[in-house]
């Protein structure tokens, strides 16, 4: 069985109001631009499945200062197409380009064992077999040839891409905020093929084998 992080974002985890922590809240969704003139806009969910965004009810900007509700959503292309309530016009939907949405934890399901929610995995503490500090977590990608956690090294330079598997990651340990990572020869040096591709907001899972 593999292990599954339910996605938020994969950028580096944010802070809400006031600092408040990213794992008090999960970002769920980004706006993109406009669709047509009516005040539709393109989103990309973060959630496992697309509609859970409207299940989980009001969507909160990154400060808290503004809430919006999902009216409908439909697919198109590799996006989404929503109407937001209060939303009318091309005007007021270019407004909100590129705004990222979040959800309060607590109205999100919990995960089934072994799995994660991005917010989980982004700062924790990467560290070898031997206990070693590797890095910090800095962010989950998909780029279609399997999910991977990216992590910038202790000893600073380029971030790298570490495969989310297993193998590779054999023990994720929240509660005390670190991974365990087992890297084959060469992962971790600075040219290793794979080190710094651009970022992703697709989502991430931890498969069984390397």
Known sequence: MGKRAEPSSSAAAPTGPQGEPAKNRV????IGAAHGTRGEVKLWPFTASAEAVRAYGPLETADGTRTFD???LRPARDFFVARLRG???RTA???LRNIDLYVPRERLPAPEPDEYYHADLIGLEARDVAG???GIVMAVHNFGAGDLLEIAPAAGGETVMVPFTATTVPSVEIAIGRIIVDPPAGLLEPDAPGTAPPASVDGAKRNADG
């Open 27 to 30: 970002c769920v969704a980004r």
């Open 70 to 72: 999902v009216e409908s």
């Open 87 to 89: 939303v009318t016009d």
């Open 93 to 95: 939907a270019e407004g």
């Open 132 to 134: 070693t500090m590797i």
